[in-house]
């Protein structure tokens, strides 16, 4: 296990991230709306976003038990680095959302992990989560338009706006709600 995590930690994380980002987009929608429709091309979030993808990753690798391949360490660790570099350098497209599915992909093992092998059945809420992180992280590495596409769909409508900050909140109740009485 990479990371040390128990169920209820990870619940009461992940919720309160749901809860507060959501509730933030429902209070100040003007505000958000702006902020998600610059986001794709924007370069300094991108970053931000690239440098804790990159950090993350060169910590993961340099403390996780890579068994037979533990004598590549040290070109993994070279390849992160060069490779976050190189993309700041040379992916201008949406480096943003990219940088953002990468952060989904790492986040979705911590939130596997602190669920696997637990009888609760509640748990379903964060595996689904993980799962929904990895997919949406698989989509905006590859195809990284489908995200401005999404964002000027929902904020085309105040209603899809609110029905989806709603939905956000709502989750992420239920993520804490199951974390404080059952995990």
């Excluded at 790492?106 to 929904?132: D, M, Q």
């Excluded at 195809?143 to 709502?170: E, F, H, Q």
């Amino acid at each position: 296990m990479i990371y040390q995590l128990s169920l209820q930690t990870t619940g009461l994380a992940a919720g309160i991230l749901l809860l507060v980002s959501h509730a933030a987009a429902l209070v100040n929608p003007a505000g958000a709306m702006r902020f998600a429709k610059a986001l794709p091309r924007s370069r300094p979030m991108a970053a931000i976003l690239l440098v804790i993808a990159a950090a993350w990753s060169f910590v993961m690798v340099q403390d996780l038990d890579l068994g037979e391949f533990s004598r590549l360490r040290g070109m993994m660790l070279l390849a992160i680095v060069a490779g976050a570099i190189l993309s700041w350098l040379y992916v201008e497209e949406f480096l943003t959302v990219r940088a953002l599915g990468m952060l989904l992909l790492l986040a979705a093992e911590p939130l596997l992990e602190s669920a696997v092998l637990r009888n609760e059945s509640s748990r379903v809420f964060l595996t689904l989560l993980a799962y929904l992180w990895a997919t949406a992280g698989l989509f905006c590495v590859g195809m990284p338009y489908l995200l401005r596409d999404l964002i000027a769909w929902v904020t085309a409508n105040p209603l899809r706006w609110k029905i989806s900050c709603l939905g956000g909140i709502a989750y992420g109740a239920a993520l804490v709600a199951c974390a404080v009485l059952w995990w």
